[in-house]
């Protein structure tokens, strides 16, 4: 499974209005040949005790309709 990188920053861009408002922010760390997306929570975000929440509610929600390749998304 190929994902584009392109793809999947377009995504995140639309999370990240939210996680900015609490002063966090995501980066895209890689993208597995699984489609297992991985990122890197920063700011408030990175410790934050609803970050994985966060990721799943927000983050790993958008990606997965905005790229239906994508399979997961993890935090590292």
């Not at 920053?9 to 922010?25: H, M, S, Y």
């Not at 990606?63 to 998304?73: F, I, M, N, Y």
Request: hydrophobic share 40%; charged share 30%; proline share 3%.
């Amino acid at each position: 499974m190929n994902i584009e990188r392109d793809s999947v920053e377009k995504a995140l861009d639309k999370t990240r209005a939210i996680l900015r408002n609490d002063g966090g922010d995501v980066e895209l760390v890689d993208i597995t040949e699984d489609g297992v997306v991985k990122v890197k929570l920063q700011g408030a975000c990175n410790g934050c005790p609803m970050a994985t929440m966060t990721l799943k509610s927000v983050i790993e929600k958008v990606l997965k309709q905005e790229v239906p390749e994508v399979t997961a998304v993890e935090s590292v």
